[in-house]
């Protein structure tokens, strides 16, 4: 595996930006889920997985499916800082003579698996984690979750896929932040004890703050010991980053709608001017 | 006549591909001793995954496995599988992810069950979606021959089969081709255009026919998806009238399919025998048939209408 002796705060910082160019060029897309899981990207593109853009069909890469594929800008920017596509195509996200869909799409280079409609992505990884024990490949299969997406009954019957096949090395990292496109999940439909409840299912579950890179990295490196597929509960701030964004249901789906609210989110986000 | 059941031949297929295709792997939902998948899961316990009775989570892992190079089957009733239409859109077809979805107990043959298992809307839903491949084979000898030839398919592909045992219509030696249909008989005074044991069930109603001096042309459109447009083509061009008849809905099947086509082509009346827009009921099988108006009697019925009108037609 390559080693990136890189400053991830730089990169996730990138990222951020380009996602926020992004859907201020299209004025469409979701930037509050997307800022909200970029350092959790950015630990698995650039320390985590073993992956390589000139071989990103290599059988015993590491996989990772965006479950939440409303996220695709931070994705796709991730995507494009790790080499798999030029930076600039990013400019057309959303267009229509874009390669960049809407939602995460199979087409793109480095994406695994299409994806948008919330609640199949865990179900997917449980199915490449199968492949992965009947080829006697100990490749690992990370999926991010939304945790609006927890709604989902198609996630809970995944999960009980996960224990009953102990897919040790299926790894799903919910992205905590707590809003949903009508509001905050605990008005919309209230997870209890989402720990206690993943837990129940025979799930390894850890919880960490998802804006600690720290955090994020150590969570991985003892998911590797785990004899259980392991998940994370990563605790985040929607629209992190950006101030007029954070905890901001509205920003779930909406750009920032004037250049003024553009040009403050960029310098925030260390745009130099 | 002889009759042989579908979902059995296809249990004991898949044992034999599996034995010489590693890749093969089954997925099903608390149903293989029906689906007929228990052969392989006794066979091949490493390739074969019960999901139990969750087939959302059965069709979103086929679609990994999929993509991870593998070759599932997925089994279960063809009405539960329906309910995971968005993960068959999402994940499988718009992936384009090679997932062969074999389903038994479709249509009004699952009999005393009733209307909740009975479905008939199954081949339009399927049938409608990108990438997504539609066989309603006919009887034993195509199930298998199908069966053979989802081995080495790239493309997401549904295949409907039956509880009950249907009559065997084809030769040992038959080969089913994907797009082709077989014309079982030729006539050229009318066409019966039909998939599944309608194939049977037209075949006698042509032997009827025959007897009062009418030559109907039968032909097993067991690929409905892409379908034969050129026998159908054919068939308006040198019949006339089509009369198409399928143990499904009126509405987004076969007998929709070849009226798409016709339309399109080559303009004849289209007479479809199917379900009219209701839902089954407990019964015997082939009880049900009669009581729906889809049995050898109305196929017969319907060509003398149809012949009647032709001559109609005809009069200078």
Redesign the interface.
Known sequence: METYQVDLSEIALRIRREIVRMVYNAQSGHPGGSLSIADILTVLYFREMNIDPKNPQD?KRDRLILSKGHASPALYATLALRGFFPVSDLAGFRKIDSHLEGHVS?EIPGV??????L??????????????K??GLDYRVFVILGDGEMEE??VW??L??GY??NLKNLVAILDRNGIQLDGYTRDIMPLHDIHAMVESFGWNVMEIDGHSFSEIENAIERSKRSDRPTFIIANTVKGKGVDFMENNPKYHGSPPESEDLYRRAMKQLGEEI | MKTESLRDVYGKELVKLGSVDRNIVVLDADLSSSTKTGYFANAFPDRFFNMGISEQSMVTAAAGLALSGKKPFVSTFAIFLTRTYEQIRQSVCYNNAPVRFVVTHGGITVGEDGATHQIVEDVGIMAGLPNMNVIVPADSVETRSVIDYLAGVDKPHYVRLSREKFPVINDEDYEFRMGRSKTMRDGNDITIVADGVMVSKSLEAAEALKKQGIDARVINMSSIKPIDRDAIIKAARETGHIITAEEHSIYNGLGSRVAEVTSEYYPVPVRRIGMRDTFGKSGKAWELFSYFHMDVKDIINEAMTCLEEKNYENIP
């Open positions: 059988p199979r695994e698996v299409s994806t948008g409609s609640g199949q992505g865990l179900g997917v990884g449980v199915g490449m984690a199968l492949a992965s009947i080829d009954g198609n019957e995944s009980m896929a009953k096949y």
